[in-house]
């Protein structure tokens, strides 16, 4: 089966500008992270260090117990989810400016082509 490399390249420039759509989507999903994570982080941090914490550990043990392990996993969660954003951050970043890159120079290649076989006429 033979392809022509016009469909190639027209299927390739789809598949990229879908994912340039999506990628609001993807920053969205980032800045959460990047926000709502060390708000979590945060407030467990609080409540495990908190005076009256110690308190209710002494005084409601299998309730305190329960409470240490639902903090530690939103500590552990909010901890990779951080980590998850700041790389997704990170790659969309790097593909933006790719995606520029490549923009400008398909832009460069259509005027050498055009400029080369007097397409602008």
Same mark, same amino acid.
């Given at each position: %089966?033979?392809?022509?490399?016009?469909?190639?390249?027209? &299927? *390739? /420039?789809?598949?990229? +500008? @879908? $994912?340039?759509? *999506? @990628?609001?989507? *993807?920053?969205?999903?980032? $800045? &959460?992270?990047?926000?709502?994570?060390?708000?979590?982080?945060?407030? !467990?941090?609080?409540?495990?260090?908190?005076?009256?914490?110690?308190?209710?550990?002494?005084?409601?043990? +299998?309730?305190?117990? %329960?409470?240490?392990?639902?903090?530690? $996993?939103?500590?552990?969660?909010?901890?990779?989810?951080?980590?998850?954003?700041?790389?997704?951050?990170?790659?969309? &970043?790097?593909?933006?400016?790719?995606?520029? /890159?490549?923009?400008?120079?398909?832009?460069?290649?259509?005027? &050498? $082509? !055009? !400029?080369?076989?007097?397409?602008?006429?």
């Amino acid at each position: %089966m033979a392809y022509n490399r016009n469909d190639i390249l027209s &299927s *390739m /420039d789809s598949f990229i +500008e @879908k $994912i340039q759509r *999506m @990628k609001g989507l *993807m920053l969205g999903v980032s $800045i &959460s992270a990047l926000i709502l994570a060390p708000f979590a982080i945060g407030i !467990s941090v609080y409540l495990l260090t908190h005076p009256k914490f110690l308190h209710l550990v002494e005084n409601e043990t +299998e309730f305190a117990l %329960m409470l240490i392990l639902f903090l530690t $996993i939103v500590l552990v969660t909010s901890g990779i989810w951080l980590v998850a954003g700041i790389q997704q951050f990170r790659s969309l &970043s790097s593909w933006n400016k790719r995606y520029c /890159d490549y923009l400008k120079k398909r832009e460069d290649l259509d005027e &050498s $082509i !055009s !400029s080369e076989y007097n397409l602008d006429e």
